[in-house]
């Protein structure tokens, strides 16, 4: 312990050198934003919308100067590989389903050929189920919230299955963008209610919630129908999308826990304390991360889009200003010291599609489901949908990412057997 502490005292110390050899170039700037997509257009489409409640004054937020970076202004720039158009995950905390089932389409041709478009909400109805059991069985003691990990979808999908988009698409008649406020707080007293008064008949909470979750989201089919024959959720995953759930590592670079081993991701969202992750060194995580896309792979990936170069409705983008962090000084430790005082949380998931090279630096062209990337709105923004991602941002704020195994396999070998629990 008192290493790590030394450690992360010296790396405060190389910051601080850093900062006093090379002067900030970069400037911030306090911005006031409007109400933008979010209130305007996906609050608006959902029914009883009320605009005096939910759009909030606006305040004063401390960004980076977009001016000082010479960030890419147009995603047909990259290198990008086949991917569903991006689509809104709407008034819900489910990006960790949209990002995972957009990779897990692109996926799908990468293996077949063939162009998917999934259900994202038929996985978070099944997730709100794992919960249920989860409750009963520890009697309350979980984490019960709207947010999940990426490995949750595979783990969902390995249990439950999969379905078409077209035979579950999670909308009730009418609706134009999800909303789960209402049904998360039923969901939500209703755990309460189990709780205080201690009813732990799974059956029967198990019931509750799919009533609860019939009437918001609508009831998923037993059976879809694909090309004349009739599958289950389970058998649509394996005889048409050949994805095995097993194929997939969830790759994590933090110094907390020791590298080459699995290990927890200590983060709320990974309400089931899952314990599988890859732990590597950053410049690892970094080089996996960059030779996937390089051989045609892509990731989801998740973290922090709550900094001060988060420049969503200015450019798209994400940059880590001089003034946070010098270049020369980001690395495990700087990271660390981020997420070990809260300054970095997990906040987001996403899918990374694409790639460039300029001037030295590599960008990530990163497709998003939430609604700070659609500012301006289709007709405005030419790369709405999408952010570019610096790669210092990614190697300071991105927590972990999932990747096909085969990207892993010179990697495997240094991992230590996990001892039976």
């Known amino acids: 312990m008192m290493k790590k502490i030394l450690s992360l005292i010296f790396s405060v110390l190389l910051t601080l050198i850093a900062f006093a050899q090379q002067p900030s170039h970069?400037?911030?700037t306090f911005k006031t934003y409007e109400p933008g997509y979010f209130q305007n257009t996906i609050l608006k489409g959902i029914e009883a919308y009320d605009a005096s409640k939910d759009i909030p004054k606006a305040k004063a937020t401390f960004k980076a100067d977009a001016s000082d970076f010479d960030i890419p202004n147009n995603k047909e720039t990259f290198k990008q590989y086949w991917h569903n158009e991006p689509v809104s995950q709407g008034n819900t905390n489910t990006c960790w389903s949209f990002s995972t089932t957009s990779y897990l389409e692109s996926e799908v041709l990468r293996i077949t050929g063939n162009k998917v478009r999934i259900s994202e909400m038929y996985t978070v109805y099944c997730e709100y189920l794992e919960r249920?059991?989860?409750?009963?069985?520890?009697?309350?003691?979980?984490?019960?919230g709207e947010g999940s990990e990426a490995n949750a979808v595979t783990k969902i999908w390995k249990k439950y299955g999969c379905l078409p988009y077209e035979s579950y698409t999670g909308f009730l008649p009418g609706q134009t963008f999800y909303a789960h406020d209402k049904m998360f707080e039923e969901l939500k007293n209703y755990t309460e209610f189990i709780k205080k008064n201690s009813i732990w008949d799974e059956s029967a909470v198990i019931s509750n919630f799919k009533s609860i979750?019939?009437?918001y989201m609508g009831e998923p089919p037993l059976n879809v129908t694909v090309n004349g024959s009739d599958y289950n959720p389970v058998e649509y995953l394996r005889s048409i999308l050949r994805i095995n759930p097993d194929d997939y590592c969830d790759v994590l670079s933090y110094m907390q826990k020791p590298y080459w081993n699995q290990v927890e991701y200590e983060v709320p969202d990974n309400w089931w304390h899952n314990a599988d992750y890859y732990n590597i060194p950053l410049d690892d995580f970094m080089n996996v991360l960059k030779t996937a896309l390089k051989k045609g792979y892509t990731v989801a990936i998740g973290g922090d889009v709550s900094e001060p170069g988060f420049l969503a409705r200015e450019a798209n983008a994400a940059v880590v200003p001089d003034f946070d962090i010098p270049s020369?000084?980001?690395?495990?430790?700087?990271?660390?010291?981020r997420f070990s005082n809260e300054t970095t949380t997990d906040d987001h998931g996403m899918h990374v599609v694409g790639y460039m090279e300029k001037n030295g630096v590599t960008w990530f062209l990163v497709k998003d489901s939430g609604s700070g990337s659609r500012t301006g709105g289709k007709e405005k923004n030419p790369n709405f949908g999408y952010y570019f991602f610096h790669e210092d941002y990614v190697k300071l704020k991105m927590m972990d990412f999932m990747v096909h195994k085969d990207m892993m396999k010179d990697l495997l070998p240094k991992f230590k057997k996990q001892e039976v629990k």
Do not use: C, D, P, T
């Not at 249920?132 to 019960?144: C, E, M, P």
């Not at 020369?328 to 010291?337: C, P």
């Open 132 to 144: 249920a059991h989860a409750f009963v069985q520890s009697h309350g003691n979980i984490y019960f």
């Open 328 to 337: 020369a000084a980001i690395n495990e430790n700087s990271r660390q010291f």
């Open 213 to 215: 979750l019939n009437h």
């Open 26 to 28: 970069n400037k911030g």
